[in-house]
């Protein structure tokens, strides 16, 4: 999280100068992104069929994700392959953590917002990035009110579990989704302006915008498609 605390400003004119290397680097970046995204869907469609084992055991699954994001990603970074490999097993669990969800939709013949989720969020998400490359304004202090902002909203998260309001769930969707949108936008630029050790540690902060605007997207395209 001390990436938040750190601002990246450098001089570039009226629009980033990206030299051969952030090019480069960029690049792995996104490649890895995809990756990532095809290593999840599949940790999703292998354990699909067990559906009830991952509702049983998704606290469980839960906590071996925050184990891998906050220490297995921490402990090997630096380290190319073991890294790698952590960003793998993460992104792969995050896809069996969505199975109860896909399972549910399913279930109840909603098997297309799936689809039309991951295709709104994939517009979402490149317009945002495109925007953020292409932009003349520097983002860099927006590291701060979004991690105060992200902890306001998991308290209330939590909050929400006791209440079991459906409005303000509903009001910590929307703000979810507004705020990893910004997060897309900050991350894209601290990855332009050289923040980031390694592509393994850039993928994963774009893989946690995605994934969690997908998330948002899906809940709200499945009540919408109620009658």
């Keep these: 999280m001390a990436l938040y605390d750190r601002d990246y400003i450098e001089e570039r004119g009226n629009a980033f100068a990206l030299s051969d290397e952030r090019i480069s680097f960029l690049k792995k970046t996104y490649q890895l992104l995809a990756l990532s995204m095809i290593v999840a869907a599949l940790g999703a469609y292998l354990t699909l069929p067990f559906a009830a084992t991952v509702v049983k055991f998704k606290w469980l699954i839960f906590g071996a994700e925050l184990l891998v ?53 994939s517009v979402l998400f490149g317009s945002l990035s495109l925007f953020a490359i292409n932009s003349k304004t520097d983002f860099s202090s927006w590291g701060k009110p979004l991690f105060i902002t992200l902890i306001v909203v998991i308290v209330a998260s939590v909050v929400n579990l006791f209440l079991g309001s459906g409005i303000l769930g509903m009001i910590i969707s929307a703000a979810i989704l507004l705020l990893f949108g910004l997060f897309t936008i900050y991350d894209t630029q601290n990855i332009i302006n050289g923040a980031y050790d390694s592509p393994v540690d850039a993928a994963v902060s774009l893989f946690l915008d995605f994934y969690n605007m997908f998330v948002v997207l899906l809940q709200f395209l499945g009540i919408m498609s109620d009658d």
């Design 69 to 121: 994001l906050f220490f297995g990603l921490s402990m090997t970074r630096g380290k190319p392959g073991l890294n790698m490999m952590m960003l793998f097993l993460f992104t792969f669990l995050t896809g069996v953590s969505l199975v109860p969800m896909l399972a549910g939709l399913i279930g109840m013949g909603k098997a297309g917002v799936i689809g039309n989720a991951f295709l709104a969020t």
